[in-house]
């Protein structure tokens, strides 16, 4: 549910890993080009539920889109550990 409140309609999530020790979310992305990208730095920079967000390892796939990886710190009550896992 927190993914689809934070992701642009024309961004695609391919990847993602989670540090709930460090409240630390990386998510792979692609777009099509660099103003959807821009609108995507606006989106999480606009959600109080995500802090410090980055972009890096910026790159143009071989269908010229625009592949990258995206970090951020979430507030930690948005993912809730399952007690006994």
Same mark, same amino acid.
């Given at each position: /549910? +927190? *993914?689809? #409140?934070?992701?642009?309609?024309?961004?695609? +999530?391919? !990847?993602?890993?989670?540090?709930?020790?460090?409240?630390?979310?990386? *998510?792979? /992305?692609?777009?099509?080009?660099?103003? #959807?990208? !821009?609108?995507?730095? *606006? &989106?999480?920079?606009?959600? =109080?539920?995500?802090? %410090? =967000? @980055?972009?890096? !390892? *910026?790159?143009? %796939?071989?269908? !010229?889109? &625009?592949?990258?990886?995206? %970090?951020? %710190?979430?507030?930690? @009550?948005? &993912?809730? =550990?399952?007690?006994?896992?």
């Amino acid at each position: /549910m +927190f *993914l689809g #409140t934070i992701c642009h309609p024309r961004v695609q +999530f391919t !990847g993602l890993a989670v540090s709930e020790t460090e409240n630390h979310l990386t *998510l792979s /992305m692609k777009t099509e080009n660099f103003k #959807t990208l !821009g609108e995507q730095l *606006l &989106i999480l920079k606009a959600s =109080p539920q995500v802090s %410090d =967000p @980055k972009f890096s !390892g *910026l790159a143009v %796939d071989k269908d !010229g889109r &625009i592949v990258c990886t995206l %970090d951020f %710190d979430y507030d930690k @009550k948005i &993912i809730t =550990p399952f007690e006994g896992l």
